[in-house]
Each structure stands twice: as C-alpha cells, then as structure tokens.
C-alpha cells in the first residue's frame, strides 16, 4: 500500500539527503523506493529538484572554507582552486548538454541501474585494496585532478547508479589525493553541480510541462528534508573519512545491487 503523498515525499527526501553524498547511488536508492511500491513514484523534476536541498547542505558544512577562499581569491592557491572547481562544474556542463541534445534520456530500468550500483562496489573495494599502504598521497588538488572529476561527475549523470560522490572521490584518490582532499573537492564541485540541474530541470518543467502536473508544495517540503538530513550526513563522512576507508560501502552496494536484480529484474 502507498503511504500518503506528504509521508512519500519526506521518505524519498530522507533518502536523497543520506545518499547523494554517500558513495552508494542516490538514484539506486531512489527507484528501488519507488519500485517497492511503498511511495507513489516521482517526476524526474522532483528527483533531480531535491538534490538542490543536499547541495545547499553542503554550503551549509562548508561555509567557513569557501569564505576563506572568496576572501582570498586573489592569492594563487585560493584562485588556483577555485577555478580547478570551475574547471570540473564547467566539463560536467558542458558534456551533460551535449548528451542532452544528443538525445540521451536516463534509463528508468532497474537493470541497468542495479548493475552500475553492484559494480561499482566491486571497483570501490578494488581500488581501496590497491590503494592500502600507499602513503605518498597528497593533499593539493591538481588541474589533471580537476578534469577528471568533471569527467567522473559527467559518467555518473550518464549512468545513474554509479554514484557522483563515489566516481569523484574514488578517481581523485587514483590519482594521488589523500581521502579528505578528495572528498572535500568532490563536495564542494557537487554543489553548483546539483543546483545547476535542479535549476535547468525547474525550467523545462515551466516551459514544457509533461507529465502529471507538479505539487510544488509537495517539491519544497523533499528539498527541505533533502537539505536537512544532507547536513547532518555530510557532516558526519567528512569525521569518517579522517579514519576509515569506503570498502564498508563498497559491500553495501554490492549487496545492494543483488538486492535489486534478484528482487526487480
């Protein structure tokens, strides 16, 4: 049985808010939910909006760090990494618009999404086995590194599953970035990333409505859920990462991911 619309909306903004920066797939999550028939399925305007609200979250946490690089914006390593930032959002835009008029649309499938998320657990505990008693890692973050997080943020919009956090942390830490660095920078290009989105989506929602008309009420009450639960996870993984490894969730997907083809597929 469907719950009601308002509980629905807090459930998928609750999970939005634990997942999306966790590298464990926010649309994995989202669409097992959602298949699970227990919440009333959403439109894809709702699901990429409250993504907006775990972005806000993120300014939230990491407020003091970007003041203290806007306020010195004009010393070369706060110019530097500012535009490294700008550098990946620009990449990610970029390729997203030119898959977008390619005429890429997202798969609503549970296959190929539950495949994404089993595999990319397999390569998260691959590269952490292969990274373990490396110490040479470092702490800057690089233009190489820049690019290839736009790349990554660009490979998880084009395959849902593969998680945003996931890819980016994951491809920063490959190419020497010790795990806060990384997590830190992935975070922080996350945020006008996921705004960028949700803007983009509310507008072609305005402009060509499609679909089942949108509760906009219904849509600020998930944000607010999304921002507020986003904060007090990310909050809690930039703790975790000082001391721990992501194979925990590495397992967590795979487990996840047999979950969803044993149960949907």
């Known amino acids: 049985m469907t719950v009601p619309a308002w509980l629905s909306v807090v459930i998928l903004g609750v999970i939005e808010g634990i997942t999306e920066f966790l590298p464990i797939s926010s649309t994995g999550h989202l669409l097992l939910v959602e298949n699970s028939n227990l919440v009333s399925r959403q439109s894809d305007l709702f699901n990429i909006t409250i993504q907006s609200g ?8 990491f407020g003091g760090r970007i003041r203290d690089l806007l306020a010195r914006v004009t010393q070369p390593d706060a110019r ?23 005429g890429f649309t997202l798969p609503k499938e549970i296959a190929p999404i539950a495949w994404a998320t089993l595999v990319g657990g397999v390569i998260i505990i ?42 980016t942390i994951m491809i920063a830490m490959l190419l020497g970035r010790a795990r806060p660095a990384a997590t830190e920078f992935s975070f922080l290009v996350g945020v006008p990333t996921l705004l960028a989105a ?17 509760e906009w009420g219904l849509l600020a009450l998930g944000t607010l859920v999304s921002a507020v639960t986003a904060f007090v996870v990310v909050r809690w993984l930039l703790r975790w990462v000082q001391t721990h490894d992501f194979i925990v969730f590495g397992w967590y997907r795979i487990a996840l991911g047999l979950v969803m083809l044993t149960r949907f597929v």
């Open 54 to 61: 775990a972005a806000v979250a993120v300014l939230a946490v």
């Open 80 to 102: 530097d990494y500012l535009l490294k930032l700008a550098l990946a959002f620009v990449i990610t835009g970029v390729g997203g618009l030119v898959v977008k008029r390619l």
């Open 126 to 167: 691959a590269i952490e086995w292969a990274l373990r008693g490396r110490r040479s890692l470092r702490d800057d973050v690089t233009w190489a590194v820049a690019v290839a997080v736009g790349l990554a943020q660009l490979l998880a919009a084009v395959f849902p599953g593969t998680s945003r956090s996931a890819a």
């Open 198 to 214: 949700g803007a983009l989506e509310t507008v072609q929602a305005l402009r060509h409505p499609t679909g089942p008309a949108t």
